[in-house]
């Protein structure tokens, strides 16, 4: 079988790698126009801060992928003949194949602004993006975020950490609006403020002016403020990549239209990670999912399919975690911004405002819990997950909540406070904690 991968973000290196596993025989060919080598695209921003250089961030070395016989070819795919089964490529090269795989990923969204093609202005979704990002604001006064989500958070702290002042505008009335409720966006909160971010809120950007070279030298917002800045960065969020399928009789809405099976409505072609678009997603779940372990989740089962093991793509309950400056998070099924009706949450936070806790259950019946947010505390996630799947009620997840303690040996134990505050609330059925087995089996909690 020829195998031909467009794109070698974690879903097409996790399709190859896959493949290679179930079928030793199997020329495959990974095709990438960002860089030869497959990079962790979550770690870009530790490039810039300095923590990490960008051979630390490529998972691999480079001799791996002749050892795997994967061959990697640095190009853009610009066409494909379905009835050929050829993919063209920018160098004029015809690749052949026998099943082909899109795995293009997303393009940073953009609004048409005025002025939004001025130098110093950009999203970040590549590494050129990146070395644009760090030649552009080299002595710069000021940078603008727009958007208040997770890259413009990160785009933020990337700035903060080379002593550039920032200020966001954020359309919503805090922080993440849409996926935060306000008590943990009043955290996020306090993180930027102690690292002097300043947030415009309920504002939005009207207009970007540039100089007489071209370069951005401030903004005007929907507020009709001036903001003085020498960059900008664009962070309304990605959309997925069609630029290879939209030309072609790949059937494309908002993302590439694909199957249980991440299959589309050609034969052969199939389509997964940030680029896929689910016709049917399940029960809770969204059609586009633009994460990193889902691409390697896809990659990992479209695999299977390709080499005739058909399997279809289940994700399971839904995880996300990023940081917020020093603010962990992580999130685990459902925990709607906003109060749903049937829906109720328990909520606690330490007084410091650096560490919360809050679960979602059903209203009635057994108070099967549905769903859990964490900020500077660290869970497990297969605790976690198994609570949600198996509907486990309230009390008793709080019972066992140390359980769900990322590694108690390291990381402050908030469980007894947390247990505390729910007892307070709910005098009427107390929960008792229960002890907790540590490293080795070992009995370590006492409270
Ligand atoms: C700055 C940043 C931080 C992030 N942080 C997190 C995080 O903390 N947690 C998380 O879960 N997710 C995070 N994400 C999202 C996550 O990185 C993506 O969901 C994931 O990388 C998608 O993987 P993919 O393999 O589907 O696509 P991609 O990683 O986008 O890879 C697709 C590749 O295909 C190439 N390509 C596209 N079209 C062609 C063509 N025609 N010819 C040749 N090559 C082509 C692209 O150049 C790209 O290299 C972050 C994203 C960004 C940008």
């Given at each position: 079988m020829r195998l031909v991968i467009i794109g070698n973000g974690i879903t097409g290196v996790t399709a190859a790698r896959t493949v290679r596993q179930l079928q030793p025989t199997a020329e495959i060919t990974l095709v990438s126009d960002e860089t030869t080598h497959h990079f962790?695209?979550?770690?870009?921003?530790?490039v810039y801060m300095g923590h990490l250089r960008y051979p630390d961030i490529k998972p691999y070395e480079d001799w791996f992928w002749r050892e795997n016989r994967l061959d990697l070819l640095h190009a853009?795919?610009?066409?494909?003949?379905?009835?050929?089964?050829?993919?063209?490529?920018?160098?004029?090269?015809q690749l052949p194949y026998d099943k082909l795989l899109l795995a293009t990923g997303s393009v940073s969204r953009s609004a048409g602004w005025p002025g939004q093609h001025l130098r110093g202005v950009q999203g970040l979704y590549s590494l050129p993006d990146l070395e644009k990002m760090t030649r552009d604001t080299h002595n710069i006064g000021r940078g603008v975020v727009v958007g208040g989500g997770l890259i413009g958070i990160e785009l933020a702290e990337m700035l903060h950490s080379r002593g550039i002042p920032v200020t966001m505008l954020v359309r919503e009335a805090h922080y993440w609006a849409s996926v935060l409720p306000p008590e943990e966006a009043n955290l996020v909160q306090q993180q930027l403020d102690e690292n002097h971010v300043e947030v415009r809120y309920r504002t939005e950007l009207r207009e970007i002016l540039g100089d007489a070279e071209g370069r951005v030298r401030a903004v005007v917002t929907t507020a009709g403020e001036e903001i003085?800045?020498?960059?900008?960065?664009?962070?309304?969020?990605v959309t997925p990549n069609l630029s290879l399928a939209q030309n072609s009789v790949v059937e494309t809405d908002r993302g590439i239209l694909v199957d249980e099976l991440l299959q589309t409505n050609v034969p052969h072609i199939?389509?997964?990670?940030?680029?896929?678009?689910?016709?049917?997603?399940?029960?809770?779940?969204?059609p586009i999912e633009?994460?990193?372990?889902?691409?390697?989740?896809?990659g990992e089962t479209v695999a299977h399919t390709i080499c005739g093991q058909p399997t279809p793509y289940r994700?399971?309950?839904w995880f996300n975690s990023a940081k917020f400056f020093h603010l962990e998070y992580q999130t685990y099924g459902q925990v709607p911004a906003q109060p749903v009706a049937g829906l109720d949450s328990f909520y606690w936070e330490h007084p410091s405002g650096r560490h919360a806790l809050r679960i979602t259950f059903e209203a009635a019946g057994d108070r099967a819990v549905l769903g859990v947010n964490a900020l500077g505390l660290r869970l497990r996630h297969e605790v976690c997950a198994a609570w949600i799947a198996a509907r486990t009620p309230l009390p008793t997840v709080l019972a066992q909540l140390g359980a769900a303690n990322f590694d108690p040996e390291f990381f402050r134990?908030?469980?007894?406070?947390?247990?505390?505050?729910?007892?307070?609330?709910?005098?009427?059925?107390?929960?008792?904690?229960q002890r907790r087995k540590g490293l080795f089996g070992m009995l370590s909690f006492k409270g």
């Amino acid at each position: 079988m020829r195998l031909v991968i467009i794109g070698n973000g974690i879903t097409g290196v996790t399709a190859a790698r896959t493949v290679r596993q179930l079928q030793p025989t199997a020329e495959i060919t990974l095709v990438s126009d960002e860089t030869t080598h497959h990079f962790s695209r979550t770690a870009l921003m530790y490039v810039y801060m300095g923590h990490l250089r960008y051979p630390d961030i490529k998972p691999y070395e480079d001799w791996f992928w002749r050892e795997n016989r994967l061959d990697l070819l640095h190009a853009t795919a610009t066409g494909l003949d379905a009835v050929a089964q050829t993919v063209r490529l920018s160098t004029g090269q015809q690749l052949p194949y026998d099943k082909l795989l899109l795995a293009t990923g997303s393009v940073s969204r953009s609004a048409g602004w005025p002025g939004q093609h001025l130098r110093g202005v950009q999203g970040l979704y590549s590494l050129p993006d990146l070395e644009k990002m760090t030649r552009d604001t080299h002595n710069i006064g000021r940078g603008v975020v727009v958007g208040g989500g997770l890259i413009g958070i990160e785009l933020a702290e990337m700035l903060h950490s080379r002593g550039i002042p920032v200020t966001m505008l954020v359309r919503e009335a805090h922080y993440w609006a849409s996926v935060l409720p306000p008590e943990e966006a009043n955290l996020v909160q306090q993180q930027l403020d102690e690292n002097h971010v300043e947030v415009r809120y309920r504002t939005e950007l009207r207009e970007i002016l540039g100089d007489a070279e071209g370069r951005v030298r401030a903004v005007v917002t929907t507020a009709g403020e001036e903001i003085a800045c020498q960059w900008v960065g664009l962070a309304i969020g990605v959309t997925p990549n069609l630029s290879l399928a939209q030309n072609s009789v790949v059937e494309t809405d908002r993302g590439i239209l694909v199957d249980e099976l991440l299959q589309t409505n050609v034969p052969h072609i199939f389509a997964a990670g940030d680029c896929a678009q689910h016709r049917r997603p399940g029960a809770g779940e969204v059609p586009i999912e633009q994460l990193w372990y889902t691409g390697r989740m896809q990659g990992e089962t479209v695999a299977h399919t390709i080499c005739g093991q058909p399997t279809p793509y289940r994700r399971g309950t839904w995880f996300n975690s990023a940081k917020f400056f020093h603010l962990e998070y992580q999130t685990y099924g459902q925990v709607p911004a906003q109060p749903v009706a049937g829906l109720d949450s328990f909520y606690w936070e330490h007084p410091s405002g650096r560490h919360a806790l809050r679960i979602t259950f059903e209203a009635a019946g057994d108070r099967a819990v549905l769903g859990v947010n964490a900020l500077g505390l660290r869970l497990r996630h297969e605790v976690c997950a198994a609570w949600i799947a198996a509907r486990t009620p309230l009390p008793t997840v709080l019972a066992q909540l140390g359980a769900a303690n990322f590694d108690p040996e390291f990381f402050r134990q908030h469980e007894p406070a947390i247990v505390r505050h729910f007892n307070g609330q709910f005098p009427q059925q107390p929960v008792a904690l229960q002890r907790r087995k540590g490293l080795f089996g070992m009995l370590s909690f006492k409270g």
